[in-house]
């Protein structure tokens, strides 16, 4: 008896004591490692008919290593995403597999919005579309980025142009037609944010994008407000809250990065969050070359 009264109490006493334990150790920082991957010389001369498969096993490397930042506590991470060598690691992957799909359809995803590095995607959308030469994608996320980030409408002219004649889609035709000399390019974003919210597979990559979509309609919202306003007016507001204060919007669309949305010296609207999530994630090495991807 005095046994089983012992056992008792102490179990009462280890229960909460593990259960805490337990708690303590789900809770605990953790750091996320990816590495540099080997030498892509090298892996290409010993591949041989294992190449796709290799390839495959760096893009879902990749996945899941950048997956686990976005767990149920992302706090918990105390490190930041390897952007560097995640883009490495892709670059590796479509030069032992120029067909994979879910290597350019990811670093789109995560390069260009959150990272800043477009031209480097460029670089490896542009080695897709030798070896793809049915897919209209590539050309389009290319033509998508040379307008919407790079400004540059004649290089976007040119992917929407060979997007159009692979797919047959005179979309293509219609967006480069329309938006490329417009200095504002919010309807581009958006409709490219549709197709792209279409055609992902993964739920988290396209909670990027819807995230995105959500605020690029409320600029979309805004620019047009701003359009009201001076068609009233016959002058542009000063700051946004006059849109509010002469009931053109009930209130100012909230940004869903945090940010809050103001009108620079060119008034163009403008958000304090900039669209990141983590402004500070941009750490992709500066001796990272385009070009790389092409040797």
């Not at 918990?76 to 995640?86: D, F, H, W």
């Not at 690691?89 to 994979?100: G, T």
């Not at 009931?247 to 010296?265: C, Q, T, V």
Request: glycine fraction near 4%; proline fraction near 4%.
């Amino acid at each position: 008896m005095k046994r089983l009264l012992c056992g008792l109490l102490l179990l009462a006493v280890l229960v909460p004591l593990t259960t805490r334990q337990a708690d303590m150790l789900r809770q605990r920082p953790v750091e996320l490692k990816l590495g540099q991957p080997m030498s892509s010389t090298l892996v290409r001369l010993f591949a041989g008919e294992h190449a796709s498969t290799l390839a495959l096993r760096n893009v879902v490397r990749v996945m899941f290593y950048f997956g686990s930042f976005f767990e149920d506590n992302p706090n918990r991470v105390k490190s930041l995403p390897e952007y560097a060598n995640m883009y490495q690691h892709l670059v590796q992957a479509v030069r032992l597999d120029p067909y994979n799909m879910d290597a350019y359809y990811f670093a789109q995803a995560a390069f260009t919005w959150e990272v800043g590095r477009v031209r480097e995607v460029n670089a490896m959308l542009d080695h897709g579309i030798k070896y793809r030469t049915n897919d209209y994608l590539l050309p389009f996320y290319a033509g998508f980025n040379a307008a919407y980030f790079l400004k540059d409408y004649a290089a976007a002219a040119d992917y929407f142009q060979m997007a159009a004649d692979r797919s047959g889609n005179q979309l293509f035709v219609r967006l480069a037609s329309r938006y490329f000399h417009e200095a504002g390019r919010t309807d581009l974003g958006l409709a490219y944010l549709d197709n792209m919210i279409d055609s992902a597979s993964d739920a988290r990559t396209r909670t990027i994008y819807e995230q995105r979509r959500v605020a690029l309609l409320a600029v979309q919202a805004l620019e047009e407000a701003i359009d009201t306003f001076q068609e009233r007016y016959a002058r542009l507001p000063e700051t946004l809250d006059a849109l509010v204060k002469t009931g053109i919007l009930a209130e100012l669309p909230a940004d869903p990065y945090g940010g809050s949305f103001y009108l620079d010296e060119d008034n163009r609207v403008r958000t304090t969050s900039k669209f990141a999530v983590r402004s500070e994630q941009n750490d992709m090495d500066s001796s990272t070359r385009p070009e790389e991807v092409q040797r």
